[in-house]
């Protein structure tokens, strides 16, 4: 429920609220600073300052305490605090029919300048300055012109913005009146073609007959960012961003990117290894580095058998945390998450999923066809828990996650609130497949020459890419690799094929990538996680948990569609450093083969290269991990 209160109706109760929203959205689509049109108003969402809840209310809690430590840790680092006992919330929720003041999420009216309806007038009026005022009876705000009549208003389609979130009006006695002095007493009007067309409208200023055509606001600079964050109040103003404002149309779809962290809930690797530090620490406690551990495994078998499977510096972090007293070791969300999944047990005919269970997952026996070259294994999860959280969100240009799907929150990042110490968070239950690739195939793979040139190539888009970012290339994120562009084209051609059979459309499909090693991680992971799930409901149907078991008639299926494209040999040819194209982290992929939904893609259909993943047209059959058809 959305509230904008207007008092009481005549019969003393509340008002209705001005609009609703799902929960789920919420923390997504419509969080807290996103702008929404309503059917009389443009709103923003209030911070989480504004939300309201009844008193006593517990069902909104989330529980997941590893996306606890996970999020606390990144908002330690930048002097904020994330509330030990009640960190997750869901939405509050709403009644229509019995609305109160105590419940709901309060709305700001956004932007304040609106555009006379009359077409002899089309004058442009600030909410205060021309004294507008909503009609008793239909609540749209109304302008009395100078010939006389009083019309509708409705806002104005433009406000200005930056990279990092802050949002402002759009001053436009100055963008008509750009040299010093201006005009003394302003009076503006919208005018515009017949059809709207952007390159058709311009402000005028009736006072002293000055125009300006409305695309000369993205022809010149506006100035350093005024740090406005009308969300949080008309006095939270963020004076040291020195970001450059650009103007932005209201409803267009980067005006709002939010940053959400998500985790599975499954059983911790980070409590795996606690347990198996714990077995043998008689013989480990005093290991200091690497060389020390590589004798103790020689030397102990019991070791041996202990850590296997576990890299060095995960060893060693653990070591470390034990022997100052640490009874936890947190990894990241991602590596975590990945032994559970990649060391499933093999199923077993007749056994189900526990009715209690988060999160029940089992290796699919390779019989009667042996598993595709370069495979290691298909996995069914029958039953999963996924928790999503916001942590901030961007406008203009979408802030990038590094392969574990977490935020550099002190970077490129909008606040939620002013004083909240949790955040908004949704449960989704549903289920998924998991595939996983071998390792060994991986790494020689990722040793051929055509890979490499590849890579180089592929690295040059992404380094134009990052010369255009403007603030934010002080800061840019890494380079991912071949191995994540590997994992995510073939996450969409499977996805698209998997929808064709599953009894979920493709949107409904998400997908989730385990890449390592990379940058900053030593262990090892080529894994793609498919899932589909619903906020609020008890899970799903298993439609897409049992096309694990025809995961190889997928892959030949996307061998069939990657391939070949409908736009080869376009693009089979695409330089990702062609700067004319706008796809600088792009290979071969376009809209013809691999791109899916944006709502199911992690990187907003980026990152993907066909030609890494099976023979395209004018690549070496080399360059492909899959080369035949199996």
């Known amino acids: 429920m959305m509230n904008r209160w207007k008092g009481k109706s005549r019969g003393g109760a509340p008002m209705p609220p001005d609009g609703t929203i799902r929960q789920s959205q919420l923390v997504t689509t419509f969080g807290p600073g996103a702008m ?54 869901t939405p509050p929720f709403g009644d229509d029919r019995a609305p109160s003041r105590q419940q709901g999420i309060a709305a700001l009216e956004f932007p304040r300048w609106f555009v006379c309806q009359n077409p002899s007038c089309r004058a442009l009026v600030h909410q205060a300055k021309h004294d507008l005022q909503p009609h008793p009876k239909t609540k749209k705000y109304q302008h009395r012109c100078e010939k006389g009549g009083v019309w509708n208003c409705v806002p104005v389609r433009f406000v ?50 000055n125009s300006v055509p409305l695309r000369n606001a993205w022809n010149r600079p506006y100035g350093t ?25 209201r409803t267009a779809s980067n005006s709002y990117f939010p940053q959400l962290v998500s985790v599975v809930s499954i059983p911790e690797a980070a409590d795996d290894l606690t347990q198996r530090l714990g077995a043998v620490w008689n013989r480990i406690q005093e290991v200091t580095d690497a060389s020390d551990l590589a004798y103790q495994r020689k030397k102990s078998s019991e070791v041996r058998a202990a850590l296997e499977g576990w890299s060095d510096d995960a060893i060693l972090e653990g070591i470390g945390k034990k022997r100052a007293g640490d009874s936890e070791i947190r990894l990241p969300i991602r590596t975590a998450e990945y032994p559970s999944l990649a060391r499933a047990a093999e199923e077993t005919a007749g056994e189900i999923a526990p009715p209690d269970a988060p999160f029940f997952a089992r290796r699919i026996r390779p019989a009667p066809d042996p598993l595709p070259p370069g495979v290691a294994q298909f996995v069914t999860v029958s039953k999963m828990r996924e928790v999503v959280t916001q942590v901030g969100f961007t406008r203009l240009e979408p802030a990038t996650a590094d392969v574990q799907g977490e935020y550099d929150l002190g970077v490129h990042t909008a606040s939620l609130s002013l004083q909240a110490d949790w955040l908004p968070a949704y449960e989704i239950r549903g289920e998924g497949i998991f595939l996983e690739l071998k390792e060994s195939a991986v790494a020689t793979w990722l040793k051929r020459p055509e890979v490499t040139r590849r890579v180089e190539q592929l690295r040059r888009g992404y380094n134009a890419w990052v010369s255009d970012l403007g603030p934010a290339k002080d800061n840019p994120p890494p380079f991912l690799g071949a191995r994540y562009y590997l994992l995510h084209t073939l996450s969409h051609l499977l996805m698209t094929s998997i929808s064709l059979e599953c009894g979920y459309p493709a949107s409904a499909l998400r997908e989730r990538i385990y890449c390592g090693p990379s940058e900053g991680d030593a262990t090892p992971m080529a894994g793609i996680l498919l899932s589909t799930g619903t906020a609020g409901t008890g899970g799903t149907l298993g439609g897409l948990a049992e096309q694990a078991r025809h995961l190889g008639a997928h892959l030949q299926r996307a061998w069939d569609a990657g391939t070949l494209c409908s736009n080869d040999p376009i693009c089979a040819a695409h330089d990702p450093a062609d700067n004319l194209t706008d796809r600088l982290l792009e290979g071969a992929a376009c809209h013809g083969c691999v791109y899916v939904a944006e709502c199911s893609c992690e990187r907003f259909n980026r990152y993907m290269d066909r030609a890494l993943v099976f023979p395209a047209l004018g690549h070496p059959a080399e360059l492909a991990f899959f080369q035949t058809r199996s």
């Open 36 to 89: 929404v049109d309503l059917v009389n108003y443009a709103v923003l969402i209030g911070g989480l300052d504004t939300w309201r809840y009844e008193k006593g209310d517990d069902e909104h809690a989330v529980h997941e305490r590893r996306l606890q430590g996970v999020i606390a840790g990144r908002l330690g680092a930048i002097g904020r605090e994330l509330s030990a006992e009640n960190p997750f919330r």
């Open 160 to 209: 200005m913005a930056c990279a990092r979130g802050h949002m402002d009006d759009v001053h436009w006695p100055s963008f008509v009146h750009p040299s010093p002095g201006g005009c003394s007493t302003p009076a503006l009007r919208w005018v515009e073609g017949a059809v709207g067309n952007f390159e058709d409208i311009a402000v005028r200023c009736k006072t002293c007959g």
């Open 225 to 249: 960012c005024t740090g406005a964050r009308p969300w949080l109040g008309s006095d939270a103003k963020e004076s040291s961003c020195q970001a450059q404002m650009r103007p932005l149309v």
